[in-house]
T-cell receptor, first 109, second 116 residues
Framework: GQNIDQPTEMTATEGAIVQINCTYQ??????LFWYQQHAGEAPTFLSY??LDGLEEKGRFSSFLSRSKGYSYLLLKELQMKDSASYLC??????????WGAGTKLIIKP | ETGVTQTPRHLVMGMTNKKSLKCEQH?????MYWYKQSAKKPLELMFV???????ENNSVPSRFSPECPNSSHLFLHLHTLQPEDSALYLC???????????????FGPGTRLTVL
């Protein structure tokens, strides 16, 4: 079966750095997405990785290792507004997105 | 503002009611999706429309009936639902559903459905 694993919840301190991991087992791979979802709002796109390595976009970076079936989202200089759920999704061989259950990130002052 | 709107934002209905959810996208996309989001569970893909044609139905019960009159509008008709159908229903759109490996989906804010 296809599976995406990510931690259910994480807590971090304002101004700090946090890494949210995602591991996957899918039938084929056509890219990995990270989305952010604030409570009661739509998921919004953060990043896309299809090749191994690190993609940096401001305070957020996303890393992919296809051989390990592993990705992480790195958030630097955490702000209170970063409190949200972070969803990992993989496009399989049919380009269908397989979703993780999301990681709820709680930022404390 | 994501360019995808959904109405209503909240809906409470009894098990014998019939209601419809509406989704509209203003992005010029050709693919539209219905997802079910339950607490602490992955997003469940329900239906996909590509160029107004339904391309996927992921074993969704017949009490959920989608309709896509054009590439900009998507409906989900609901009838005789069960309490376990209570969830957040999200609509999304993307450029197309086909063979592009980069196919970012844009989501609406969702309809919070409660079935009594």
């Amino acid at each position: 079966g296809q599976n995406i694993d990510q931690p259910t919840e994480m807590t971090a301190t304002e101004g700090a750095i946090v890494q949210i991991n995602c591991t996957y087992q899918t039938s084929g791979f056509n890219g990995l997405f990270w989305y952010q979802q604030h409570a009661g709002e739509a998921p919004t796109f953060l990043s896309y990785n299809v090749l191994d390595g690190l993609e940096e976009k401001g305070r957020f970076s996303s890393f992919l290792s296809r051989s390990k079936g592993y990705s992480y989202l790195l958030l630097k200089e955490l702000q209170m507004k970063d409190s949200a759920s972070y969803l990992c999704a993989v496009a399989d061989s049919n380009y269908q997105l397989i979703w993780g259950a999301g990681t709820k990130l709680i930022i404390k002052p | 503002e994501t360019g995808v709107t959904q109405t209503p934002r909240h809906l409470v209905m009894g098990m014998t009611n019939k209601k419809s959810l509406k989704c509209e996208q203003h992005l010029g996309h050709n693919a539209m999706y219905w997802y079910k989001q339950s607490a602490k569970k992955p997003l469940e893909l329900m239906f996909v429309y590509n160029f107004k044609e339904q391309t996927e139905n992921n074993s969704v019960p017949s009490r959920f009936s989608p309709e896509c009159p054009n590439s900009s509008h998507l409906f989900l008709h609901l009838h005789t639902l069960q309490p376990e159908d209570s969830a957040l229903y999200l609509c999304a759109s993307s450029q197309d559903r086909g063979t592009s490996s980069y196919n970012e989906q844009f989501f609406g804010p969702g309809t919070r459905l409660t079935v009594l």
